[in-house]
């Protein structure tokens, strides 16, 4: 009977040790967060957290890497859980920053006033094949690969694909055609371009992080690397892909006709160059993003010379006045400033060895203006 | 007092009861409280998910109502929706998955209980089961990397040139597709299945095939009539498999080609199915009545997840009622 006794004993005290644990868990973050109040001259941990894009996620990994290396009391969290997922948080306010390949749309930012867009870094699409027998190099433009990616092209040997590659032997094959499966900025970015280049693309699919396609011979890989594989092992398909992706691939590019007429290769110097056109006429940090393309700015553009056209900004999205989010103190705001403003300078240096693209220096100039805007309880967080 | 009555009142059915401590019938009736609530916390769980996944489809539900169920686009940039073609692909591949792993499973389970050496049989029992805990992300990786370009330069070919004069056998090789999808399926639910089988046919009485062996039956006679008694536990084995099947996500969209299209123009086209879908699109869906969709989807996969095992269930009765009355006694 005693042992009885005992063992129920244990029992009960497992249950409570359970669920105290339990409880204290829940409870645990709230008490720290209080404990983290307004003292800002201690050297206590600051931890920051975003949540966003994936496209951008080794290149910011690799920042936050480095930055808090140099400074060991500031902890920042990334987790790559796509645009979409960045939007929702972003308005949501349960994240510091949000990372998205698009900006948001006004219907988003009705619901997040006080938004401030900064572009962190730049991607493109590249156009990639796989064509036993043919070169590297291909040329396309816009209006042929609207119609390859309609179904309307559907053999390589096609008379308009002849046309943009006189002296080049082309397969008399059916183009196999491979697109993002899952919803992706990379799908947003190549439709908004096509959607600008052909008018029946815009009627008959439009733009979108997903869509309906309508070629008849078509697969939908998962991810950027899916597409990358389903290519290479699939002969004579064509897909489209981050420029990142492609260049760390042997598959064959293509290259890209712009408004000025010539047909630009994918590379560091072009996309940099077509971002250059377009920087005059951003919008301020504190303004309405939802309309900036620059595949589109590109191609009304027919003075771009050296610019590839299919080329995107990745986002960073804060807002304006820091002490609107939960949880938020001052040493953490002043943390995440000198972050971006890290991110924008220094940060850039690592950018080529990963395959992205620096930021030209007119939207240097203009992330540095729009960080000088962000406040924390009326009060300017940088320089104060 | 009425506790007291209630409870000699319990005991009085068992006879030898009467004499024991009170210790043990408060323990008794702890761990009777105890089971019936983690048994409650299933069925809080299932109802709260149904519960949050019909909140959640709610715009999709007012907008397509039951057109949802039969409509065959899916156009998020126009906001039209329609489930008939995921609904179909889930269910084809996973019975043609089933079709090809039943057989393969109970050969597996068979073979390691009754016809391989004992040495050999606890190292491949071993590794059937390590094979059943390989993460389904595995499997896809591998579906990818090796078995769509094994399928499509040697398996694949041959079975057209072969059998092309059916159309589920013609038409153009991606190596991804329908047939693909269905075979690392089968491939992904054969290691658990033959587990419980195996363990199935180790719990059968020796007595049973000794005495048909006695009565001159040949070892495979024998193993008829094992499999026979072991007729139910078979298929709830089966349910188990296809209950992976029908939900599997990441393996499937790795191979199946993702292709939204009422049917497929054979079974080497692409297809795609519905858990498929949402581990394609959730992520970055930001349109409410896109993500709406998407949870609806989730909420037709539950239901179809329901009937297809209620009738399992139904198929499970009527043969314990049938053949395992007999088998039993």
Redesign the interface.
């Known amino acids: 009977?005693k042992r009885?006794?005992i063992a129920?004993a244990g029992a009960l005290l497992i249950v409570i040790a359970f669920v105290g644990v339990t409880i204290w868990h829940f409870i645990a973050p709230q008490t720290t967060e209080q404990g983290t109040s307004p003292s800002p001259q201690t050297t206590k941990e600051i931890s920051i957290n975003g949540a966003g894009a994936?496209f951008p996620f080794p290149l910011y990994d690799k920042w936050i890497s480095e930055y808090c290396k140099a400074r060991p009391n500031v902890k920042i969290n990334y987790q790559p859980?796509?645009?979409?997922?960045g939007?929702?948080a972003h308005i949501d306010k349960t994240v510091h920053f949000a990372a998205s390949d698009a900006p948001l749309s006004e219907e988003?930012l009705r619901r997040a006033p006080g938004t401030l867009h900064i572009p962190m870094t730049i991607g493109a699409v590249v156009v990639v094949y796989n064509l036993p027998g043919a070169p590297e190099g291909l040329n396309f433009s816009g209006e042929v690969l609207a119609k390859i990616f309609l179904g309307e092209i559907t053999r390589w040997s096609d008379p308009a694909i002849v046309a943009l590659n006189p002296g080049v032997q082309l397969p008399d094959k059916?183009i196999?055609v491979v697109h993002r499966?899952?919803?992706?900025?990379t799908t947003y970015v190549f439709t908004d371009y096509l959607s600008t280049v052909s008018q029946k693309w815009e009627e008959k699919?439009?733009?979108?992080?997903?869509?309906?396609?309508l070629a008849p011979?078509?697969?939908?890989?998962?991810g950027n690397d899916?597409v990358v594989?389903?290519v290479q092992?699939?002969p004579y398909s064509i897909g489209y892909v981050e420029f990142t992706y492609a260049m760390k691939t042997r598959l064959p590019y293509g290259k890209l006709m712009n408004a000025a007429g010539e047909y630009i290769e994918p590379n560091i110097e072009s996309i940099k160059k077509a971002v250059e056109y377009v920087a005059v006429e951003l919008p301020r940090g504190d303004e309405s993003w939802s309309t900036v393309s620059i595949a589109r700015s590109l191609a009304r553009n027919v003075q771009a010379r050296g610019a590839y056209p299919i080329v995107s900004f990745s986002y960073i999205m804060v807002y304006k006045e820091l002490s609107t989010l939960p949880g938020m103190d001052e040493a953490t705001a002043r943390a995440l400033v000198d972050f971006l403003w890290w991110c924008v300078h220094e940060g850039q240096n690592y950018a080529a060895e990963l395959y992205y693209v620096p930021l030209p220096p007119r939207v240097v100039k203009l992330n540095e203006d729009t960080l000088e805007m962000i406040t924390f309880n009326g009060q300017r967080v940088l320089g104060s | 007092m009425a506790g007291q009555t209630k409870t000699a009142h319990f005991f009085d059915k068992l006879p030898h009861d009467k004499r024991r401590?009170r210790?043990?019938i408060?323990?008794d009736k702890?761990f009777k409280a105890f089971t019936a609530s983690v048994a409650s916390i299933v069925v809080l769980i299932i109802g709260l998910m149904t519960y949050y996944l019909y909140l959640g489809s709610r715009p999709s539900i007012d907008r397509f109502g039951a057109g949802f169920i039969v409509g065959t686009?899916?156009?998020?940039?126009?906001g039209a929706f329609g489930a008939l073609p995921l609904i179909l692909g889930t269910l084809t591949t996973s019975a043609l998955a089933l079709l090809i792993a039943l057989p393969l499973s109970l050969g597996v389970a068979l073979a390691l209980s009754e016809y391989m050496p004992k040495k050999f049989s606890n190292v491949f029992s071993f590794l059937v089961e390590l094979l059943a805990a390989v993460p389904s992300v595995v499997y896809g990786l591998w579906g990818?990397?090796v078995l769509?370009?094994f399928l499509?330069e040697v398996v694949y070919p041959p079975i057209r040139s072969s059998l092309g004069f059916l159309p589920l056998f013609s038409g153009?090789i991606?190596?991804?597709g329908v047939l693909t999808a269905s075979l690392l399926l089968a491939i992904m639910i054969t290691p658990i299945m033959s587990a419980i089988m195996r363990d199935l046919f180790a719990l059968t009485p020796s007595t049973l095939k000794e005495a048909a062996i006695a009565l001159g039956a040949t070892k495979w006679e024998a193993v008829k009539l094992m499999i026979s008694y072991a007729r139910s536990g078979i298929v709830a084995a089966t349910i188990l498999g296809l209950g992976r099947a029908l939900g599997e996500a990441m393996a499937v969209?790795?191979v199946i080609?993702?292709?939204?299209q009422l049917l497929p123009s054979s079974l080497f086209d692409?297809w795609?199915t519905m858990a498929?879908i949402l581990?394609?699109?959730f992520?970055?869906?930001?349109d409410e009545l896109?993500i709406s969709a998407l949870i609806n989807v989730g909420l037709l996969l539950l239901v179809i997840n329901l009937i297809v095992l209620i009738c399992a269930r139904l198929i499970v009765w009527r043969y314990l009622k049938v053949a395992g009355g007999i088998m039993r006694e």
């Open positions: 009977m009885r006794d129920l994936t859980i796509g645009s979409g997922g939007i929702r988003q059916e196999v499966s899952d919803s992706s900025g699919v439009g733009r979108g992080v997903s869509v309906s396609w011979r078509a697969i939908g890989a998962k899916g594989v389903t092992q699939t | 401590p210790a043990l408060t323990g702890a686009e899916w156009d998020p940039v126009k990818l990397y769509i370009p499509r153009p991606y190596g991804g969209t790795m080609g993702n292709k939204f692409a795609y498929a581990a394609n699109e992520i970055e869906a930001t896109h």
